[in-house]
């Protein structure tokens, strides 16, 4: 990823097949992290330790659907959605900055935290989704729109990156 956006959305299926700790899903430059574990759907900024998460129960070899947000303007605030309904919202106490160079992002989790299962249809949206349009997102095969910048599928048939 080139580009920097200073706030977004990130939708994905996860299909969990093994839960250990924290899972993570997407990983924005050692920035924030967008996950889960066997007792939660989180989110949580790696410069300040802050988590955002719902205490659910997560059930292996079942499929949900997560989405996460971040509002980077002050107040700075993360979401956190699970089959289209917001489960978790935190509104941080300290502006926690923003990477302004060497942009990484990781699926399927970072060399310490890896993720066991399926993710499908994973998209990147450069704005704070509401709640309406995840809801209205969630059941959909999304191609594009306006403030959609990255959408992977993973439905190539064969591979393992």
């Known amino acids: 990823i080139t580009a920097i956006y200073y706030s977004y959305s990130v939708d994905a299926w996860l299909l969990p097949l093994f839960l250990s700790g924290d899972s993570i899903v997407y990983s924005h430059t050692n920035f924030l992290d967008f996950g889960i574990s066997a007792t939660s759907v989180l989110s949580r900024t790696i410069a300040t330790s802050i988590t955002c998460s719902l205490a659910a ?17 002050s107040p700075q605030r993360l979401g956190v959605y699970l089959n289209g309904y917001q489960v978790a919202s935190c509104t941080l106490a300290t502006n926690i900055g923003y990477p302004t160079s060497n942009v990484k992002v990781y699926i399927g989790g970072t060399a310490t ?11 990147v949206w450069s704005k704070e989704k509401t709640q309406k349009e995840i809801i209205t997102d969630v059941y959909q095969k ?20």
């Open 113 to 123: 935290k890896k993720f066991y299962g399926h993710i499908t249809n994973l998209y």
């Open 142 to 161: 999304i191609t594009s729109g306006a403030s959609l910048i990255y959408v992977w599928n993973f439905n190539d048939g064969s591979g393992d990156t």
């Open 57 to 73: 129960t997560i059930k292996i070899n079942e499929w949900i659907r997560v989405s996460y947000t971040f509002y980077y303007a």
